[in-house]
C-alpha cells in the first residue's frame, strides 16, 4: 500500500468544480476541506462519482468525523458546510461502493477562500 496526497481545490475564490482525480485502485479516501478569508456567507463541499470518467453522479457517501452513538453506525453526508475560518475531514464510503473517479464541488456564497485536499491509500498490485 501507499498514500497520495492531492490537492482538488488550490484556494479558489468562485465556485468551482476539480478535474476529475481518479480513485480506481484506491482502498481509502479521506478528503479535508478548508474555508479562509471568512467574512460572511458559507461554503459547501460536494463530491460527485463516476464508473467511467463521463457520468459524474452525486454522492451521498461522505462519513463525517460527527460523534454518534455506537447503534447509529456511521454518519453519511452528501456535504460540507463550512460558515467560518475552519476545515473538516471526511472519508469516501469505499467499502460498499467503488468509483474510477471523483471530482469535488465548492460553491461559494458570499465570499471565501476553498480548499480540497485529498489522501487516497492506494493498493500497488
Known amino acids: 500500500m501507499s498514500r497520495r496526497l492531492s490537492t482538488a481545490l488550490d484556494a479558489v ?3 468551482t468544480t476539480s478535474d476529475p482525480i481518479f480513485v480506481g485502485r484506491a482502498c481509502k479516501a479521506t478528503l479535508i476541506f478548508t474555508r479562509a478569508n471568512h467574512s460572511s ?3 459547501t463541499f460536494t463530491v460527485t462519482g463516476s464508473l467511467d470518467g463521463t457520468t459524474y453522479v ?3 457517501k461522505l462519513i463525517t468525523n460527527a460523534t454518534n452513538a455506537i447503534t447509529e453506525g456511521l454518519v453519511r453526508v452528501a456535504s460540507v458546510i463550512l460558515s467560518s475560518n475552519t476545515s473538516s ?3 469516501l464510503d469505499m467499502q460498499n461502493d467503488v468509483y474510477r473517479y471523483i471530482k469535488v464541488t465548492v460553491t461559494e456564497d458570499t ?9 487516497l491509500e ?4
Do not use: E, M, P, Q
Not at 465570499?111 to 489522501?119: Q, R
Not at 492506494?122 to 498490485?125: A, L, S, W
Open 58 to 60: 452525486a454522492l451521498n
Open 89 to 91: 475531514i471526511v472519508s
Open 122 to 125: 492506494v493498493d500497488n498490485d
Open 111 to 119: 465570499d471565501g477562500t476553498h480548499t480540497c485536499k485529498v489522501l
Open 13 to 15: 475564490t468562485v465556485t
Open 41 to 43: 456567507g458559507s461554503s
